[in-house]
T-cell receptor, first 112, second 109 residues
Framework: EAQVTQNPRYLITVTGKKLTVTCSQN?????MSWYRQDPGLGLRQIYY???????DKGDVPEGYKVSRKEKRNFPLILESPSPNQTSLYFC???FGQGLTQYFGPGTRLLVL | KNEVEQSPQNLTAQEGEFITINCSYSVGISALHWLQQHPGGGIVSLFM???GKKKHGRLIATINIQEKHSSLHITASHPRDSAVYIC???????????FGAGTILRVKS
């Protein structure tokens, strides 16, 4: 089944404790992206990747890192999480920028 | 001013009604997307448009590039259509996706 998976789906952590949210797709998509969704602010793009080893900042990249060492995986790293990173995070992928995006199920993160 | 504006913010309809959700944008785009988010949180892509009109079942999406405007229509609405509908645009330059605030639709039986 074609899908985008994210892990974990739910995470409660404390300020400063490094964490990684994984994202994997099995559709051989070149474009992958991370978004966060907050009440009143909607969805905002954090980082995106056009292909392996090619990443770039979205609108809200501060406090996040990404890597794209393999085509199928695009992990989101929070080196030192803070409470303002409490949010619902979505990973998405597509064959290219401007094409139909397939979203993962979302990861709910609470930083205490 | 947001680059992508949606209207209305909230919409309540009776089952069977024809529904229109509007999206206006102020930037050059390469494509426009309509997304659906159900209460459980998952996001599904409904349409990707760069011109004209697309139809899938009871859903119709149109775009007018000159007027920088798109509409999503739902014919014969049903309670299962209740969801948040989000417009998003792929920027013409910069490889970024920018989202509207979403329209919360509730269809009553």
């Amino acid at each position: 089944e074609a899908q985008v998976t994210q892990n974990p789906r739910y995470l409660i952590t404390v300020t400063g404790k490094k964490l990684t949210v994984t994202c994997s797709q099995n559709m051989n998509h070149e474009y992958m992206s991370w978004y966060r969704q907050d009440p009143g602010l909607g969805l905002r793009q954090i980082y995106y990747s056009m292909n392996v080893e090619v990443t770039d900042k979205g609108d809200v990249p501060e406090g996040y890192k990404v890597s794209r060492k393999e085509k199928r995986n695009f992990p989101l790293i929070l080196e030192s999480p803070s409470p303002n990173q409490t949010s619902l995070y979505f990973c998405a992928s597509s064959f290219g920028q401007g094409l139909t995006q397939y979203f993962g199920p979302g990861t709910r993160l609470l930083v205490l | 001013k947001n680059e992508v504006e949606q209207s209305p913010q909230n919409l309540t309809a009776q089952e069977g009604e024809f529904i229109t959700i509007n999206c206006s944008y102020s930037v050059g785009i390469s494509a426009l997307h309509w997304l659906q988010q159900h209460p459980g949180g998952g996001i599904v892509s409904l349409f990707m448009l760069s011109s004209g009109k697309k139809k899938h079942g009871r859903l119709i999406a149109t775009i007018n590039i000159q007027e920088k405007h798109s509409s999503l229509h739902i014919t014969a609405s049903h309670p299962r259509d209740s969801a948040v509908y989000i417009c998003a645009v792929d920027m013409e330059y910069g490889n970024k996706l920018v989202f509207g605030a979403g329209t919360i639709l509730r269809v009553k039986s």
